[in-house]
């Protein structure tokens, strides 16, 4: 049976499990693998702060996600089919491992985080 996300260690391994699915998925694999080159090591912790944050409001995370990925638009065009594809793994992934509210409480925050993204980015 699964379990609500409730801890550090439970939202490290969804953004693992999601990176995984994400660096190997056709339509923004590229991102991770060649468009930024991600340090994983590096990445990772500062991914489970964020959502750290964005669940159990920790004040962990102090990063600017909207500019970085303002920046990687322009390095690599992003599109609506992107934001839909993280979306749909992302979603997928909490599926698989969690359930409850914090589990929920994370898929709105992706689907909100999604929508700000592309009415910041796609429509400039």
Partial sequence: ??????SRVDLELAIRSFYSKATNDKKIG???????????????PIMVDFWENAIFHTGNYSGDTMN?????????PLEVSHFNQWTLLFLKTIDELF????????KQRALSISTIMQIKILRQ
């Fill in 99 to 106: 359930q409850g509210p914090n589990a929920e409480t994370a």
């Fill in 68 to 76: 970085i990925h303002k920046h990687i638009n322009t390095i690599y």
């Fill in 30 to 44: 590229v991102f991770f693998t060649e468009v930024i080159k991600i340090n994983w090591e590096k990445h990772i």
């Fill in 1 to 6: 049976m699964k379990h609500d996300i409730e």
